[in-house]
């Protein structure tokens, strides 16, 4: 496989622009491009599986909102689409931070997904929580209502973070099916394209909700799948690292000999689908590493037991974070893994977390980390 | 000829200049001039102004002749100076954030 392919190129959305890395497939030297719409909150940019020149990128601000960018050209430009995320109908309200209720108010998109197969089709998921697709390349945004009127809406309430929907898995297998996740209501999961849905959080334990073992209520933080098991899937709860073996229907903790079951991110190997990824942080209360050491965790049994990746990575002094969408897996031969911090690094591994450099040091801090992987 | 000076992030979207002139049909209002800029640079809707709502966003105002009309009714005339172009509509970031 590795002769077909000729380079990655890393997606980078940071605080203050976003930044194109790109790679032969050797991956050791890096040419950085960026800031692309600098000094703009780039949540995240993704390229198209079906289109690989085709990227979606998330541009906002507090002051002149949202907007959204495309490019035709690998990033080399851009262009804006259409920027209006209207709720369908009447938007009703959520819970807010003190339990009263509080109108739905669109806010930011935080995370774009590609359809695998149309480069024209796109999910967004925003804040407050909602999905948005487009059929027409970025044309027009219109909400998937199901998921919100399914019947738990109402009930949810905002994490720390805002209530943002901002994970969305496409089934390689089944087009039909979507799983997506939000902070602090759960995950919940389509089977009929995103018409209807359900809460998929059973099995989930969370302390800080009045009942821990509720329908909805759950701070998940990310959610993964490794392509050729979709009915499998790893989650990085608020604490808690949990594992699905029936698409989400059950859900059993996974955390294991990890030192703290608390982060943001989780990945999958991508040739192996029981090599899992984790970047522990110490607590809610303290977003950093433990002992201010950065390690990559890495169980290569699905979970439970763990081995810390650390050879490359700074053992003394580190205090930063690893948001939830800044990690990403190549599908080179030898599976790359990156993964962008708070600080401003982003580092790979170009052999499966055994060893880790910074791909460049000094970018604003970073919100996402998408990965192409180019032939 | 109405004259409208923009931040600098809008300019780089819109690709232009620090001001732009703009034909406006009828009364010279906020809403008049914002109307003719989005339809003239749609790539500003709802950068400036909710998409649903109309209104101006939070950390933007609107300053003419040395007035702060951020507050003043979106149809309501603008300075005569801005209307016949010898002064331009500033659409100004608030100085916030890092």
Redesign the interface.
């Known amino acids: 496989m590795a002769d077909k392919i000729s380079g990655v190129r890393v997606l980078a959305g940071t605080r203050k622009g976003a930044f194109i890395l790109t790679s032969d497939a050797k991956r050791e030297k890096w040419e950085i491009s960026g800031p692309h719409f600098g000094g703009w909150e780039i949540y995240h940019l993704k390229g198209s599986p079906a289109d690989p020149n085709r990227l979606y990128c998330s541009q906002s601000s507090g002051w002149f909102g949202q907007l959204i960018q495309r490019s035709n050209d690998g990033g080399k430009t851009w262009e804006p689409v259409d920027n209006k995320f209207v709720y369908d109908g009447v938007p009703g309200t959520h819970q807010w931070y003190d339990g009263t209720p509080h109108p739905w108010e669109f806010k930011r998109v935080w995370h774009l997904e590609p359809s695998r197969n149309d480069p024209d089709t796109v999910y967004a998921g925003v804040e407050d929580a909602a999905l948005f697709r487009t059929t027409d390349g970025g044309k027009s945004w219109h909400e998937l209502p199901g998921l919100r009127g399914h019947g738990t809406g109402s009930r949810w309430q905002p994490g720390a973070g805002g209530l943002c929907l901002h994970t969305i898995l496409l089934d390689p297998n089944d087009a039909r099916r979507i799983y997506i996740a939000i902070s602090a209501a759960g995950a919940f999961r389509s089977d009929d394209g995103g018409e209807t849905w359900k809460p998929i959080n059973r099995g989930l334990h969370s302390q800080y909700i009045p009942d821990p073992n509720a329908e909805v209520g759950h701070c998940v933080h990310r959610i993964a799948m490794h392509r050729s098991r979709p009915g499998v899937l790893f989650m990085q709860k608020h604490w808690d690292v949990m594992r699905s073996d029936d698409a989400g229907d059950n859900w059993k903790e996974i955390s294991g000999n990890l030192p703290t079951d608390f982060g943001f991110v989780i990945d999958v190997h991508a040739h192996e689908p029981e090599t899992v990824y984790v970047v522990p942080i110490k607590s809610d209360s303290e977003h950093f590493p433990p002992d201010g050491k950065l390690r990559v965790y890495r169980s290569r049994s699905g979970g439970n037991e763990w081995e810390a990746l650390s050879k490359g990575l700074p053992q003394s002094d580190c205090y930063v974070n690893v948001l939830r969408d800044a990690m990403a897996v190549d599908s080179v031969d030898s599976c790359g893994i990156y993964f962008g911090t708070t600080g401003g690094q982003v580092y790979a591994s170009a052999n499966g977390g055994d060893s880790w450099a910074p791909i460049v040091h000094d970018l604003p801090p970073v919100l996402s980390v998408e990965v192409q992987t180019l032939s | 000829m109405i004259r409208v000076w923009l931040?600098g992030?809008?300019r780089k979207?819109a690709q232009v200049d620090a001001e732009v002139e703009l034909d406006v049909a009828g009364p010279v209002t906020q809403r008049s001039v914002l109307d003719a800029l989005e339809a003239r640079y749609p790539?500003l809707?709802?950068?400036?102004r909710?998409?649903?709502t109309k209104q101006r966003?939070p950390?933007?105002r609107f300053f003419a002749c040395g007035q702060d009309l951020s507050h003043e009714l979106p149809d309501a005339p603008l300075p005569e100076a801005v209307e016949s172009g010898t002064e331009p509509f500033l659409i100004v970031?608030?100085i916030?954030?890092g």
């Open positions: 931040p992030h809008l979207l790539m809707q709802g950068t400036i909710d998409h649903v966003r950390f933007l970031g608030a916030a954030g």
